[in-house]
């Protein structure tokens, strides 16, 4: 007879931990299955964490190159990069978060399996000679796997970005292709820490998913750094240390079993859910980057509880996939949510745009940052918030007050009157709602 369980989850990711932790809070029985020799999945171990851990260091060494400009004398002295202390840093950083996870599935009563996990015909799950059953719901959060380019594999030197944030020495040059969220973090990093960077990006701007305005403020941060970015333009085996694809991932559904188990998928080969992430076979669920929304961890994580309290017999309510901050920590940071301004305009809304600069508010001049800048679009006729664009210094931390306001059915006018802190750069999203309400202050 196979081992029961209420719930079982294969993957330890930001997903599939979150899901088990939250199981385990409602009194189910569960166990997380995972391939690899830690927890934590691909985000802790190789890509989100790693790579703030490097970029961490990128930022510090500016603010020490910058530090003159503040009356803070180096009396001549460049500072140095020791990239293997940095690599030491990331190995810490990721041990102290798998090992947190870890300490919060032990706490839990929390069962983990090593090994790779498939789904069988009858929707069991199977981990070597072994069958495990699901009395509640089996959860498959298994993420994403690299994807190359027609006619460019990886091998030799082309590699994914998991790799590029592991490199032990720091290169001479690299070559990015993909100048998204991954690449241009990848970029931003590796050209403050002395790497000659080239960025390419077949679209005819960097960043393009996000707002144009944003787009171009970026991308004048990126040429001021030493980034040299080819918009427009496909990689045609220019010579590098390292060329890194950053353009795009697939869904890591090889050893899942799907056919046998009968989960549709979709035309673009994700998992087919409904707003409670159950797939078409009764009991299975699928989160994070298998299904549908944007690849984000925290879209994961939220999708994991909604996934687990459905199994539960709980009340869930879909994720609104638009309300999702976006957040990339290249420098300038970007972040972000909802409809960008020509979206606005394509979908017939009466749009407003309140648009200021990180230097209308005190802050910005303190903190050294006059050129970020902050755009609401707006709907004039509700005064709804449509979306929230930032970039800038702290722009993935910013953004999290204009999602709230909207989550909690407010619209730009009531960020227009909210007090804010002087001086502070969210002084400067009150500046930007006031400017959509029409009536700007300091501008």
Not at 168 to 178: H, K, S
Not at 232 to 247: L, N, R, S
Not at 250 to 266: K, M
């Amino acid at each position: 007879m196979a081992e029961s369980f209420d719930t079982i989850v294969i993957g330890s990711g930001p997903g599939g931990y979150v899901a088990a932790i939250r199981s385990a809070q409602l009194g189910l029985r569960t166990v997380v299955i995972e391939r690899d020799d830690v927890v934590g999945g691909r985000c802790l171990n190789y890509a989100c964490i790693p790579a703030k851990a490097v970029l961490r260091s990128a930022d510090i060494l500016s603010e020490v190159r910058e530090a003159g400009e503040y009356g803070i004398n180096l009396n001549g002295t460049e500072p140095t990069v020791d990239f293997g202390a940095i690599g030491e840093r990331r190995k810490k950083v990721i041990g102290t978060l798998t090992g947190g996870v870890a300490g919060l599935f032990k706490k839990n009563n929390i069962e983990v399996i090593s090994g790779e996990a498939s789904l069988t015909a009858d929707g069991d799950v199977k981990v070597g000679d072994t069958v495990y059953k699901a009395e509640k719901a089996v959860i498959l959060a298994t993420g994403s796997v690299k994807k190359p380019l027609p006619g460019l594999d990886f091998g030799g030197n082309v590699i994914g970005t998991e790799e590029a944030w592991a490199l032990t020495e720091l290169p001479a040059t690299m070559v990015v292709i993909g100048a998204g969220a991954s690449g241009t973090e990848i970029a931003s990093a590796y050209q403050r820490l002395g790497t000659q960077v080239t960025l390419y990006e077949g679209l005819d701007r960097v960043l393009p998913t996000e707002d144009a305005d944003i787009s171009k403020a970026a991308a004048r941060g990126f040429k001021k750094q030493g980034i040299e970015v080819k918009v427009g333009t496909f990689y045609e085996g220019q010579e590098a240390d390292w060329v890194v694809i950053a353009a795009g991932r697939g869904p890591d559904v090889a050893a899942l079993g799907l056919d046998a188990a009968g989960i549709e998928l979709t035309e673009a080969g994700l998992i087919k859910v409904d707003g409670a992430l159950r797939t078409s076979r009764p009991k299975v669920y699928a989160i994070g980057d298998l299904v549908p929304g944007p690849a984000l961890a925290h879209k994961a994580s939220d999708e994991g509880v909604i996934a687990v309290e459905d199994a539960a017999g709980l009340k869930t309510h879909p994720i609104a996939y638009l309300d999702i901050p976006r957040a990339t920590f290249c420098t300038p940071n970007v972040g972000s949510f909802g409809l960008t301004e020509e979206q606005a305009r394509e979908q017939g809304y009466d749009v407003t745009v309140g648009k200021v600069q990180y230097g209308a508010v005190g802050a910005g001049t303190v903190y050294g940052d006059r050129t970020g800048v902050i755009k609401i679009i707006g709907d004039k006729q509700y005064g709804e918030m449509l979306g929230g664009h930032i970039v800038g210094t702290r722009a993935t931390e910013l953004i999290q007050e204009l999602v709230n306001v909207r989550l909690l059915e407010g619209g730009y006018p009531e960020v227009a009157r909210i007090i804010h802190g002087h001086p502070t750069l969210s002084e400067g999203v009150m500046e930007a709602a006031r400017a959509a309400d029409g009536w700007l202050i300091h501008g």
